[in-house]
């Protein structure tokens, strides 16, 4: 536990912070969980509101105030509609990271993360295992989202529809790559996520084969690990830092022009969290992360930017498509254009949904915790998505994509969730090819 000096100075830093809110209840109008609760202190005015005089509360209520604290998706809706410009998003880390260290990480929470994120390989044999028997608990859902439900009723699956792990995690096809740059003359290294290497590995090969059709070098470093963010959002400032100084260490060792993930959490927790809550024992690590976060790029604004992928001069007629605009992307990035252009690259059109950009309801482990309310949002989004006619729906988060299957699958709605960049892939098998000048 960190010592009382060290932790008083943290919290005033954080409540330096907090001045900047003037109360005007603009947070109210876009907070998804506002939205279904209605309650002051869901909204980021309330919990803002909290904080201010954290020490005082701290002692006087530590659970209370993490409970509240905790009970949030962090979208980043509040943050990106601000008109004073309080980062509330980065607020509440910072306040979970504070309460964690006063109170102490629970002994479930030290296990998964201490015991087990925090060591790539341990945790990759570890969902290794767990992926080969987990037949034995779920069975498959006969539908076109390919989930999976409990054999047996479970306090923590309940009613979902969840997306299994993968037979073949995509580190076990692919432990390792350095290719030369081709005819772009850029080489990339692929940050692949959790998810993308356990539960959706299509996404990781579909990037490979763009990557390689548009002659990008690609370097994935052995033993990669995870971006840090279920840790750093459950408060583990440690296990944070020791997944990204691990992490580092293996980007440092080769010359690439830039980071790339197919994955909008992982883009956002690279590019805005890294350089400001990882706490790094050298000035020089300070540098290079901001350097970092500059050449640090969505995979779809990665092809449409620096490649020069135009929609304009696609070929071939596609399906129609409808687009949902993941939080940390969107709202943390700016990112919501690229992904579209890139659908049109393969020929699709895309039909706007109502609310595009409104939040699933997933939130990481908000969905564990608060799955009633979860269900609520991504419901609301789920409708809107079938409510398009489209009989697929892209988003460039893999957590969306499980949380929209989710939805979908629960209520008996046969339609296709795919990952842009997998959708692009198949456009170029079929000869859609001409986005390029």
Not at 292 to 321: C, H, M, Y
Not at 344 to 355: D, F, K, L, P, Q
């Amino acid at each position: 536990m960190v010592g009382m000096k060290a932790l008083a100075h943290r919290v005033n830093e954080l409540e330096e912070q907090l001045v900047i809110c003037i109360r005007c209840g603009m947070c109210q109008a876009v907070c998804p969980l506002f939205g279904q609760t209605g309650k002051e202190a869901d909204v980021a005015r309330g919990k803002l509101a909290l904080l201010d005089g954290l020490t005082k509360n701290m002692f006087e209520d530590a659970h209370g105030v993490a409970e509240r604290i905790n009970r949030c998706l962090l979208c980043g809706s509040c943050a990106a509609n601000c008109p004073s410009g309080v980062n509330a998003l980065e607020i509440f880390i910072r306040a979970r990271a504070i309460l964690t260290e006063f109170q102490g990480l629970s002994p479930l929470k030290k296990a998964v993360f201490r015991g087990m994120l925090a060591k790539p390989a341990t945790f990759d044999r570890l969902t290794q295992w767990a992926g080969r028997f987990q037949g034995l608990f779920t069975r498959k859902d006969d539908n076109s989202q390919g989930t999976a439900c409990a054999r047996v009723i479970s306090p923590l699956l309940r009613d979902r529809h969840f997306l299994p792990m993968a037979d073949k995690p995509f580190h076990r096809e692919v432990p390792k790559l350095n290719t030369a740059p081709g005819r772009s003359g850029l080489k990339v290294a692929f940050f692949t996520g959790c998810l993308v290497d356990k539960i959706f590995p299509g996404i990781g090969f579909a990037a490979l084969e763009v990557f390689e059709h548009h002659g990008v070098g690609v370097y994935i470093p052995e033993s990669l690990g995870c971006c840090g963010i279920p840790a750093l959002a459950s408060g583990d400032a440690k296990t944070f830092d020791a997944l990204v100084a691990h992490n580092i260490d293996l980007l440092r060792r080769e010359r690439v022009d830039a980071v790339v993930t197919a994955c909008a959490t992982c883009t956002s927790t690279v590019k805005k969290l890294w350089p400001t809550l990882y706490r790094p024992g050298a000035s020089s690590l300070t540098q290079y992360l901001r350097e970092l976060s500059e050449k640090t790029f969505d995979i779809s604004e990665f092809l449409v930017n620096r490649i020069g992928l135009d929609p304009e001069l696609a070929a071939g007629e596609g399906g129609q498509v409808t687009y949902h605009d993941p939080c940390h992307l969107k709202k943390s990035l700016g990112v919501t254009v690229e992904p579209r252009k890139l659908l049109a690259c393969s020929g699709s059109t895309v039909v706007e949904m109502e609310g595009a950009d409104k939040c699933c309801g997933m939130g990481g482990s908000f969905n564990l915790f608060h799955y009633d309310i979860s269900s609520r949002i991504g419901n609301a989004k789920q409708q809107a998505i079938v409510d398009t006619g489209c009989s697929t729906v892209a988003t460039g988060c893999p957590a969306c994509m499980m949380q929209i299957s989710d939805m979908l699958a629960k209520n008996g709605v046969e339609m296709n969730v795919k990952h842009p960049i997998e959708i692009y892939a198949e456009s170029l098998k079929q000869g859609v090819n001409g986005c390029l000048h």
